[in-house]
């Protein structure tokens, strides 16, 4: 396929040169504040990481390459509701059916599933069959990106709505599947619950919208006992998101060499490192280009409002009574960020039809290990 899919209007990425000279001078001018000794990760992003991260960001990474990348699928603008959406929209072998909506959180991008396009919009190039392809609409989520700017807040709930009519009503799917973690996560399961009519089955690797009620078994007490703790050590970003994202963005206007750091932080902690290290598992040209999507699109401090956003919609817990009806799956990668959550503890809200223990990969699922994250998919869409 070679023109813009229909529905979208023609869009290409392009860094707006003077902004990039701007940055690129802000990050030659940065400077260092004092360092805890023998800081490591300890107190966030690793000094010395960050000391190469910039130094390589300086001499070596192309931004003109960044944009090649960007532009590997095609893709274009949607006006929902009044708001522009950014999507990527690939028709593969699927020629239009099976639909999949894959929605991706912070602090990632449409990036984070550029390994897992192919092998899912075009199987039988990457060891699979024509029958297992989808049709992939990959939007990027509002405030993020090259995705219009909310006039305030917004989180999933409102999220999930221009989402279904971008499926529905733009790109004339009537019936779709939906695929996310993080807020990606959190979109699917309102998908799920406020237009279920459209939606097949979900699929999630992590659990945002949690059920109504409260732990019960000890088995629930003793995860909620753990999914506390990880939120007291690795929590405090989503606090400052969710009350104060404006005195964040005061702090870090201006300063793309902090905006850095605040997202390299959480790539470091949220991965599963336990084989592999960091610059393994995320090459500085990967850190790079997702965080040139914040940085080259003003979009650092309106993705931090939708923090805002979900606290506003209670997006986090089904409303009282109410259940995931639509089918679900859930592949519990081993994600440093919050421990899986009991199967009994899912199931109270949702109708979980598949569960998958991953034996790789954390938070970042479609990055950190992609081949599973692809058969896993595979394997959903054939059950359903």
Avoid at 251 to 275: G, I, K, S, T
């Amino acid at each position: 396929m070679t023109t813009t899919p229909a529905g979208l209007h023609p869009f290409t990425v392009a860094w707006d040169k003077a902004t990039l000279e701007r940055t690129l001078g802000r990050v030659r001018e940065f400077q260092r504040p004092r360092i805890p000794q023998d800081a490591g990760w300890r107190y966030g992003c690793d000094p010395n990481v960050l000391d190469e991260l910039r130094a390589y960001w300086l001499d070596r990474f192309d931004h003109a390459a960044a944009a090649d990348t960007l532009n590997r699928f095609l893709q274009g603008m949607a006006t929902v509701d009044g708001f522009d959406l950014h999507v990527i929209h690939v028709v593969g072998e699927a020629q239009g059916r099976r639909p999949l909506l894959l929605t991706h959180g912070w602090p990632g991008s449409v990036y984070e599933f550029w390994s897992v396009i192919g092998p899912l919009a075009y199987p039988s190039r990457h060891g699979g069959r024509v029958e297992e392809a989808f049709d992939l609409v990959i939007p990027a989520l509002p405030g993020f990106g090259f995705s219009g700017k909310p006039e305030a807040p917004i989180g999933a709930r409102t999220t999930a709505r221009l989402f279904d009519r971008l499926m529905r009503e733009t790109l004339g799917y009537d019936r779709y599947l939906a695929q996310g973690g993080d807020w990606g996560a959190g979109v699917s399961a309102w998908l799920a619950l406020d237009h279920a009519e459209a939606v097949r089955g979900i699929h999630l690797n992590y659990l945002l919208v949690q059920p109504d009620g409260e732990p019960e078994s000890a088995v629930e007490r003793a995860w909620k006992a753990d999914f506390d703790e990880a939120q007291r050590r690795l929590g405090a970003y989503s606090a400052l998101h969710g009350t104060r994202p404006l005195s964040l963005g005061y702090a870090m206007a201006d300063n793309p060499v902090a905006q850095l750091a605040w997202l390299v932080e959480r790539f470091h902690d949220w991965a599963d490192l336990r084989d592999r290290p960091f610059a393994d598992v995320f090459p500085k040209d990967v850190l790079l280009t997702n965080a040139m999507l914040y940085l080259l699109t003003d979009s650092f401090a309106t993705a931090t409002w939708y923090y805002a956003g979900a606290a506003a919609e209670n997006v986090r817990r089904m409303p009282r009574g109410r259940r995931v009806e639509v089918p679900t799956a859930y592949a519990a990668y081993p994600d440093p960020r919050s421990p899986t959550p009991p199967r009994e503890w899912v199931e109270r809200g949702y109708d979980v039809m598949r569960w998958r223990e991953m034996p790789r990969g954390g938070h970042f699922a479609a990055m950190e290990a992609p081949d599973l994250f692809v058969a896993d998919l595979r394997e959903w869409a054939a059950d359903l």
